[in-house]
């Protein structure tokens, strides 16, 4: 299986900062990689997916980057809202996840 | 809208059985894939399983394969997922989700198994 490793598994950050969050895989997955928000007690919510194009309703302070093994999610500004976990997920092959990054003030 | 309501979850014993169940509207079922992912408590988002729109094609993580079922009526716009033989690190919440080219692009609310004695 393809193995995901997201760093950091958390950080502080305050409202305004630019924040960028890696992805990287154990082998080249193209652009196969997805990005998840997660905020505590909800399910998931798909925020963009082939590493760099936005699900519809995201907003565009959020972007992504990257192909083969190293991805990027950003977020631009930080809004209060954006306090949650991010999760890629690769689906070159048989699906799997990262371990997470709680972004906490 | 798309909408995906799990149910079935609860408490059972470990070497029990569970059948969960997700009904799905607001979209052309039978037009996607459709997959289970779980999470444990405090943990991290786990795949399970993925079953194409006519359910001839199936797929399973390791660490369900030969004790989880997955299926659909599409006709009852329903996926399923037959859990045999719970152990007590099945215990998590499962989210239905729906596969658009890999991606889930929508998720249920979940539901808890709890696997105890």
């Known amino acids: 299986d393809i193995q995901l490793t997201q760093s950091p598994s958390s950080l502080s950050a305050s409202v305004g900062d630019r924040v960028t969050i890696t992805c990287r895989a154990s082998?080249?997955?193209?652009?196969?990689l997805n990005w998840y928000q997660q905020k505590p007690g909800k399910a998931p919510t798909l925020l963009m997916f082939s590493a760099s194009k936005l699900q519809s309703g995201v907003p565009s302070r959020f972007s992504g980057s990257g192909s083969g093994t190293d991805f990027t999610l950003t977020i631009s500004s930080l809004q209060p809202e954006d306090f949650a976990t991010y999760f890629c997920q690769q689906s070159f092959s048989t699906l799997t996840f990262g371990g997470g990054t709680k972004v906490e003030i | 809208q798309v909408q995906l309501l799990e149910s079935g979850g609860g408490l059972v014993k470990p070497g029990g059985s569970l059948r969960l169940s997700c009904e799905a509207s607001?979209?052309?079922?039978?037009?996607?894939?459709m997959s289970w992912i779980r999470q444990a408590p405090g943990k991290g988002l786990e795949w399970l399983s993925y079953i194409n729109g006519n359910g001839y094609t199936i797929y399973y993580a390791d660490s369900v394969k030969g004790r989880f079922t997955i299926s659909r009526d599409n006709a009852k716009t329903s996926l399923y997922l037959q859990m045999d033989s719970l152990r007590v690190e099945d215990t998590a919440v499962y989210y239905c989700?729906?596969?658009?080219?890999?991606?889930?692009?929508?998720w249920g609310q979940g539901t808890l198994v709890t696997v105890s004695s």
């Open positions: 989700v729906r596969d658009h080219d890999g991606a889930a692009d929508h």
């Open positions: 607001g979209f052309s079922f039978s037009d996607y894939y």
């Open positions: 082998q080249s997955i193209s652009t196969y």
